[in-house]
């Protein structure tokens, strides 16, 4: 019988350590505080919120594991107990990952709170009660990246859709634009139409598998001559929006995305479009709240 997401393993982000968790009286609890700035009014009720209609920033989640170490001998509980100590502290900052009910596991970078904690009553002799505390950061990311490409060969602008499959938005995607002959792409815009957001590179392909890389997760954009095999940071041939934050992030959902290559407006608006020969790639995790 299928049973709600619950935590699996606590994975080094190297791979090499691995902690199953057992299933033996498993249970979780799961909190995450949010931050709300606000100010007392002088005359008035309650207190201002400064974030006025934003989204309040988060805290790191703490989740709670509790389950039962059930061996066939003492001896093999004090070697669970071990390597449950062990693993937990020297993994450091790792991957905690959870199955769900249709069996899809997501991860979030973590780490514990706290040593593992046990207790042992007289008569307990195969079996012992234990608890860990995590901090989790940022959000939970499904298991498997979403990738794709789409070909971009128009004069003017080409609109395609990428799709988040997640509940909250991607501000680490990474995009490639390879072109596919000299002169491929460049002078280069890139819109998310769903978001607002919106970059422009001055730089033009030089070769045939000349890229750009748009690296939301570093915040920064690199040229490469030679299709990725070198890159050098391009940061200072781009420019984004006015009221732009970051670089493009990809909202929940459908997002519409348009590209053109050719001369722009100071506020980023095509003119006098050119003719395009690239492929944009995508590569991002799916994120959950």
């Known amino acids: 019988m299928a049973v709600p997401r619950y935590p699996e393993k606590f994975v080094s982000l190297d791979g090499v350590t691995t902690y199953t968790f057992g299933l033996n009286a498993l249970a979780v609890q799961e909190s995450q505080a949010v931050r709300v700035p606000m100010g007392v009014a002088i005359g008035a009720d309650s207190q201002h919120d400064f974030l006025g209609y934003g989204v309040s920033p988060r805290e790191p989640r703490k989740l709670s594991l509790n389950w039962l170490i059930s061996k066939s001998t003492a001896a093999l509980v004090d070697t669970e ?4 100590k062990s693993d937990l502290l020297l993994i450091g900052k790792g991957k905690l990952y959870t199955v769900g009910a249709d069996g899809s596991e997501r991860w979030i970078y973590a780490r514990i709170a706290s040593m593992p904690q046990h207790s042992r009553a007289p008569g307990q002799l195969t079996h012992i009660p234990v608890s860990c505390e995590f901090w989790g950061f940022g959000n939970w990311r499904a298991s498997a990246a979403t990738t ?3 070909s971009v060969t ?9 799709t988040n499959a997640g509940n909250v938005p991607v501000r680490d995607a990474v995009f490639r634009l390879r072109a596919n002959a000299m002169q491929g792409f460049g002078p280069i815009l890139v819109r998310n139409s769903t978001t607002g957001e919106v970059i422009y590179s001055g730089r033009v392909a030089d070769f ?4 750009i890389k748009v690296d939301g997760n570093a915040q920064a954009v690199y040229y490469s001559p030679d299709d990725g095999a070198t890159y ?6 781009v420019r984004r929006g006015s009221a732009q934050a ?9 997002n519409t995305i348009v590209s053109a290559c050719g001369d722009v407006t100071p506020w980023l608006w095509l003119i006098n479009p050119l003719t395009q020969n690239y492929s944009f790639e995508w590569s991002f995790d799916a994120q959950y709240a």
Not at 81 to 84: C, G, K, P
Not at 232 to 237: E, G, I, L, S, V
């Open 246 to 254: 970051g670089l493009i992030s990809l909202a929940p959902g459908n």
């Open 81 to 84: 107990l071990d390597n449950l």
């Open 148 to 150: 794709g490409t789409q």
């Open 232 to 237: 050098a940071d391009d940061y200072a041939k």
């Open 154 to 162: 128009t004069a003017g602008t080409q609109s395609f859709t990428i």
């Open 208 to 211: 045939a598998d000349s890229e």
